[in-house]
């Protein structure tokens, strides 16, 4: 059971004349929560948008399960099961809870223009039905109690964990998640490790960009390190941790 | 028990508002006629064509956020369509039945060849290239009248019919119980009813997947796409839209009015819906129904009293009508925007 | 051949009005990030208010130096002072709301501009007085030019000369650059950022008070709607070359100059006689959206990088 659910070859961005990601070769099993770090301005982020269409690369692919998904669109590759998170939340914050996860859903509506203009049985059918699946994602997540304010109104731990479920809410196979740790205290921590070990013990993989080192060691069966665009170091996390290079580029030279 | 009682109730109460409301709205020409003349129950008319096309540019600027300032063009599309398939501009005279989904697709199609390019531009620069489309159909619909004429040029189509049904045509007059009843009063039924299918077609989109996908697009494009959601058709869904609701207000305008030239397709008309909606609150459908209401009725108020209030303090006009409800006009955009932006009346805070 | 470079010749000389233009659209929305939309009746009044002072000026004996000066400046600093009160009213109030407000207010202040200008100065179209002979020369024997156009040009010349000298080579200059590049970080170096907004429109309201009075020169005629369309195609121009761009806003300018004049001479050859010299301003607005479409950044770029 060692396929790939993510496989990053000799990737490269430059944006201007800096080069961000400089020939990144990456690989995340199925299955497992892996954990990608590094400084700030190592290219992490950058990564993520590639690999989730926003940014094209200047060279190197990106496979999803094995098939080709570079240079696609982000609404593209969300369809074929890449969900992600955004290190500033950007949920929908005039929309409900309930709202921001059902939008999340709009493509697996089957629903069309005369059906919603003549608010059809199929449309009422679907409605209900995705309606009762946002319910059942949302205390799943543990947010059901907040379904109908709106998102702007919740605590900041809880907005993360609003991203992650309308994430969720897409159905992926790998959810792709972007410092969720930020800004969070001890407590909040350890239910966002929880709640993700959850997520993947459920099926869904992990790909995670993190600070928090501790998290990290917790959370991840296999960490990626990136500095200045090229990886300086891979492995199982009690390894990376005691890495050099790993340190040096933390604390620098 | 009581749980079966109370709905029924509920219903009850429901079709007696509804059945108030159906009769008001329906004695609704002669109060104003009897009230305040036949002129006012024309700009009602009027008011009523306003407010398809507001409505339809909420639909773009209010549900998806997408800035358009050329808006008044689908409404000369509509219009034009109309013109020249009822009048003797090229002695076609198709029945309303037939020309009513034409203007609707026709500037639906426009609607679409403006948006597939330009609706991934980003907000200042879709509002000025809307603008440009809406001055180069202008300028077409004014130019066109050589060397093929199409659509009679600065003129304008004039004798275009009026709504037939069967053999009865809205410009007839007839008489009920001792009332007249004239085009004015068949209009207003039909833009009534065509004002309610629309808000009611409105209501049903924005609570939909599609209606959320567009307030999640005005919100965060960004993150509406990695949701999924294939934005540029979308987008281009609520542009398509739009433009047809504004094409079938033309071609209602078009027969109402018997006439038809370039100087009624002018910029100021696109502003003048654009500020409909974002007085009525951006993407709230009662409030931009309220939103024209305030924009035709005051101004032509204004335009009523303006001339006589002035005589009658300064002795002489100083300020013609039409110059002062611009003024004022001006005046109001700055005041809304700095004191009031999101509008007279806000879309509920969830 | 025939009108070629006629046609270049009234392409440069208009083209060099929109640039004067253009630049004020650009500098504004260097800076602030919004279409100034008003920009367009500054020009207007500065021509309005350059030909009432002209006419006030025939009843003296002035020799015809001072009057000219008198013209410029007059017209100059009264719209200085309208930009300056505008930016005060009307935008900096909305500079943290939504990009629509100060769109829609920006709108407004036109509406009421072109509406006072018309009680002020009445619908008729005002014939601008000829101050000098205008004399026509031979280019080679190829092309015309008048005096009124060699002026246009000179007149346009200096002041962009003036311009990149300011931007480029004064403190104000800086300090404007610095603030279009990234507001918080000028703050942050003590600049008074509030000045610099005042000082940026009134620079664009002069270059517009100067095109004004050269475009109501050039064209002999004075009118309260003069502004409209002229402000359209210079935000075209602006948008051509690179909005935000100053380079950009001169280069936009002239092309689009040169793309009108041709393409009205020619335009009825190219499409058969299906559309004559009448459909010239779609020109502008065709060549508006080709460049959105093609290359939203201009010709010379405009920079524009957001971090997701």
Known sequence: MSKNILEIKNLSIMFGGIVALDDVNMVTKKGTIHGLIGPNGAGKTTLFNIMTGIYKPTSGNVYLNEKEITGFTPNKIANLGIARTFQNIRLFNSMSVLENVLVAMHNSMNVNLIDIIFKTKKFKKEEKSKREKAEKLLEYTGLVKYINNSASSLPYGDQRRLEIARALATNPSLLVIDEPAAGMNHKETSDLKNFLDKINSDGTSILIIEHDVKLIMNLCSFVTVLDFG???????????????????????? | MISKILPF??????????????????????????????????????????VLLALGLNIVVGFAGLLDLGYIAFFAVGAYSWAILASPQFDIHLSFLVILPISFFIAGFFGVLLGAPTLRLRGDYLAIVTLGFGEIIRIFLNNLDHPVNVTNGPVGINMIDPVMIGTFSFNNKIVIFGIQLTNLHFYYYLLVICVILVIIICQRLENSSIGRAWVAIREDEVAAEAMGINTRNVKLLAFAMGASFGGVSGAIFSSFQGFVSPESFILIESIMVLCMVVLGGMGHIYGVVLGAFILVILPEIIRSVAAPIQESIFGVVLIDPESLRMILFGLALILVMLYRPTGLWNKKNV | MDIFFQQIINGLVIGSVYALVALGYTMVYGILGIINFAHGEVVMIGAMIALSIILFLFQFDIPIYLSLALVFFGAIIFCSLLAFCIEKVAYKPLRNAPRLAPLITAIGVSILLQNIAMLIWGRQYYSFP???????YQIFGIANITTIQIIIILISLVTMFFLFYFINKTQYGMAMRATSEDKNAAKLMGIEINNVISITFIVGASLAAVAGILIAANYGIAHYSMGFMLGLKAFTAAVLGGIGNIVGAVIGGLLLGLIESLGAGYIEKLTFGFMGSNYQDVIAFLVLVLVLVIKPNGLVGEKSSTKV
């Open chain 1, 230 to 253: 090229k990886i300086i170091c891979e492995g199982v996390p009690e390894m990376v941790k005691q890495n050099k290079q790993v340190i040096e580029a933390y604390l620098g030279a």
């Open chain 2, 9 to 50: 109730h509920k219903k009850l109460k429901f079709i007696h508002g509804l059945f108030l409301v159906i009769i008001a709205l329906t004695l609704l020409p002669f109060v104003i006629e009897e009230s305040f003349g036949r002129s006012w129950l024309r700009i009602f008319d009027y008011t009523l064509i306003y």
């Open chain 3, 130 to 136: 000829q101050i000098f002979n205008n004399d026509t």
